[in-house]
């Protein structure tokens, strides 16, 4: 057994770990750090498995990005996480039962790649050029229409979030960031110049 061999099997561990405790913790903050440590597990594996380009982007989309934003969203809510996780173990077995399922499926979609004899072998080229360009080389010439695909769901989800954002309630207070910039000193202060007014002292009072 090898190092890479031992690594495999230290970051698998602790992916499962942190992936467990992500459901388990009674902190939500603490349930989004162990994901956090999850993604980092799963990028050194596929530092390991010289996918470099994956885990990268593993890294700063998901830990640099996603995680981020949820961790401040649940450390800025006030969750209640009493009342999220009662009967929380009545759905474990259909959770497991569900699990098991998609863990068959997989196995059966993907069994054919962990067969040695099936696996392709790299030429000297692309040894040459790295696993990063021969994937942006698959990517954008065979999966070009997937791709394409890919990017018009991305692009109607990202519509259709901002039209949900922008619809008009009647319970909420909301500003015109148009009509905000237009705003001049004028319209927020009005200068009045007075002539300054004396009373006239009462009788008597300037008489000692």
């Known amino acids: 057994m090898n190092t890479i061999t031992v690594l495999f099997y230290v970051f698998s561990a602790v992916l499962l770990l942190a992936a467990l405790r992500v459901i388990t ?4 903050v603490h349930a989004a ?15 390991l498995l010289r996918a470099e380009f994956l885990a990268i982007a593993l890294v700063l989309v998901y830990v640099g990005a996603v ?16 009342s999220l996780r009662q009967n929380f173990w009545k759905h474990v ?11 068959l499926e997989m196995s059966l ?31 954008y010439t065979k999966y070009l229409y997937p791709l394409q695909v890919a990017a018009v769901l991305l692009l109607v989800a990202i519509i259709a979030a901002i039209a949900l954002t922008l619809r008009q309630r009647k ?23 007075m002539a300054p007014v004396v009373d006239k002292p009462a009788a008597g009072e300037g008489q000692s």
Do not use: H, Y
């Open 25 to 28: 913790a009674r902190s939500t």
């Open 33 to 47: 750090l162990f994901l956090v440590l999850a993604f980092f597990s799963a990028a050194c594996i596929w530092m």
């Open 67 to 82: 995680m981020v934003l949820f961790l401040f969203v649940v450390m800025m809510l006030d969750i209640n996480t009493d």
């Open 93 to 103: 077995p259909m959770a497991g039962l569900v699990g098991a399922v998609i863990a």
């Open 109 to 139: 979609v993907l069994m054919g790649g962990f067969r040695v004899t099936d696996a392709p072998m790299a030429d000297a080229a692309a040894l040459k050029m790295g696993n990063t360009k021969l994937l942006g080389i698959e990517i």
């Open 171 to 193: 319970d909420s207070r909301q500003m015109n960031p148009g009509e905000q910039v237009k705003a001049k000193k004028a319209d927020r202060l009005r200068i009045i110049k």
